[in-house]
């Protein structure tokens, strides 16, 4: 009965160390999950931040230009800005980008960065040649930026 008694209290034991790391891991991964979400959410505050300012740095300055560097979060692979006046020519952004020119007509944003991100992303007063630009970004991607007096355009560099 001894032996049989050990027997079953070393099964016990190995099914709780079991039990235990199946609770480690997947606490592990809940965790790195969460973090890594969190990093991506900071990374695209510090873009919106970062275009905002830049381009109302330069908006009264008429005539000077600038390049603005900015990081992208690393699961966007394009870039789109649309100028914040509807009456500009964007009848190519509506043809390529039908969702995006829906959003774009309600007012509410005009900077796209695809795959779409969760917070809209509206600059007033923005100018861009042709109504609209589209770029591929990995990772960066430098915009000129130029002021005139009551609006900013807006380019890549």
């Given at each position: ?15 709780i ?58 699961r ?40 779409k ?41």
């Amino acid at each position: 009965m001894n032996k049989k008694a050990q027997m079953i209290g070393q099964i016990f034991v190995l099914v709780i160390a079991a039990i235990v790391f199946i609770l480690i891991l997947g606490y592990g991964y809940s965790a790195i999950s969460h973090f890594i979400k969190s990093s991506e959410q900071v990374a695209l505050i510090e873009f919106k931040t970062s275009l905002i300012s830049g381009v109302e740095q330069i908006k009264s300055d008429y005539g000077s230009v600038r390049k603005v560097s900015l990081r992208i979060p690393k699961r966007h692979q394009r870039l789109c800005v649309v100028s914040s006046d509807t009456d500009a020519d964007t009848g190519e952004f509506q043809t390529r980008f039908p969702l995006l020119f829906e959003i774009w007509q309600t007012g509410s944003e005009n900077v796209f960065l695809i795959p779409k991100q969760e917070s809209p992303i509206f600059i007033s007063e923005v100018v861009v040649p042709n109504g609209y630009f589209c770029t591929g970004v990995s990772g960066n991607v430098d915009l000129r930026v130029k002021g005139l007096g009551d609006k900013t355009e807006v380019s890549v560099w």
